[in-house]
């Protein structure tokens, strides 16, 4: 159908839309804030007006990539861009399986396009996964316009006039009865924010233009990458976001997850952190798979995890934090979970230590704070088996404050928040304070203890841990037991 359209495509555009089309597009490029030398990626391109529009903002330096699934309105594209001299880039692609790299590009634009998609979802899923962090998803599709004037004599014009104009102008009547019918059906306004939200976009916004004809939506891709952080109703919730590794932890997460509660903590909207993980994981400590002959390996090579930061400033912000924790708490992870304020947990959630196991120790809160919470005998039990326990069992020795059902886990933490956020938060802060007063002797304790693990990481022993982790067996440290010191 996309293919018979092609020849009078632009011609119709102008007529049906009166000319606005080139406007709409211009307000879009404007509302994407993009400068030159951008790298954008405009989906269902058709013959490229929106690409081009987009050319003109980024300039030589830039990149635009148009693609369509259809190769007629792509040709017809290609065209314009030669004539134009615009240095645009054609790619035939399905929106909804981009052959292209994650975090590849500053903004990816689609205009008059998502309607067609088979599943909406899957293609803002992809919008998502080639954005760069911090990069810009713009949207320009048709709305509903209401009003007891204008939207009869729009409904009017799209059902009776347009098809029969674009029927008559492109010989192709379907063409241009398809057109009102899926504009009509489109979830635009709230209901297409919601659906960018749901793919973890932030900062949603909507604007309609021409009475509600259309709407420009614009979004952006957070600038973390590791995490999702996301703020609401004074709630700030920290979201792991590894799930191929069950959110296990690099350093670039540690100092995103930093970044995240120092915002928290200076946002006086904010009155209750929610640390959490992806994909019904909360978090299984270091990621075993980036850990070096000195430590966890950052992005150049170096060994560096700001765990000791970590655990200081979720003790130290001055709001409560909740952990709030589906699947697995191990390691690492469950060390988290223990210096958070509250534990929420779902029946299905794991929790324990496997530091002796892979060639790891936390001897600092991960050992003194957790023996004050579950007694002295339970945490040497913990540590020194490397068992797992159930969320009842957590609950039972005092280390999880309440187990719920999966599916009202959400519910839970929002009503723990909204109890929290309804008190007085200088005696809320205040009371942490007190509460933290009793074990703040463990920061000397924790500076040594940590550092000894980053010693403890450059021995065999410790190696031997993490290899027997990555090699998926039993570790073998029978020949480590030597005399002691
Ligand atoms: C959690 C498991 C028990 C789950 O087991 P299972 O259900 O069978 O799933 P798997 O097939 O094992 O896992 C799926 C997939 O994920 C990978 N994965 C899981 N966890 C990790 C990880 N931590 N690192 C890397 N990769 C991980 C796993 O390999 C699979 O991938 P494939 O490619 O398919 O093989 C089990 O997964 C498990 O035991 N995981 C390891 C838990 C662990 O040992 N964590 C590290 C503990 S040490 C630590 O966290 C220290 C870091 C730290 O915080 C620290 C540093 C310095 C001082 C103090 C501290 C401190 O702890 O406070």
Redesign the pocket.
Known sequence: MFAAIAGRYDRLNSVLSLGLHHYWRRRTVTASGLRHGAAVLDLCSGTADLALAFARRTGRDGRVVATDFCDAMLVRGRHKAARHRAPIAFALADAQRLPFRDASFDAVSVAFGLRNVDCLATALGEMYRVLRPGGVAVVLEFGQPQGAVFGPLFRFYSRYLLPRIGGWLSGHSEAYAYLPRTAAVFPAGARFKQAMREQSFTDVQARSLTGGVVYIYRADMPEFEDIIYTKADGVATVSMNRP???N??RPRTIDEMLEAFHDAWYDDGIGVVVLTGEKS?FC????????GQG??NDESGTPR?Q??NL?RTIREIPKPVIAKVDG?S???????HVICDLTIASDRA?F????P??????????AMYLARIVGEKKAREIWYLCD?YSAEEARDMGLVNKVVPREQLDEETALWCRKILAKSPTAIRFMKAGFNADTDHGYGLQAL??GA??LF?TSDEATEGRTA??E?RQPDFAKYRRTPW
């Open positions: 191929w590794v069950l296990a932890f994981n299984t400590g270091g990621d075993q798979k980036i850990r430590g966890y995890l765990v000791r655990h697995y191990i390691g690492g992870g469950h060390v988290l794991i324990g230590q496997t530091g196991k892979v060639g790891s120790f936390d001897a600092g809160f991960g797992q203890a940590h693990t980053s990481y982790f990555l998926k």
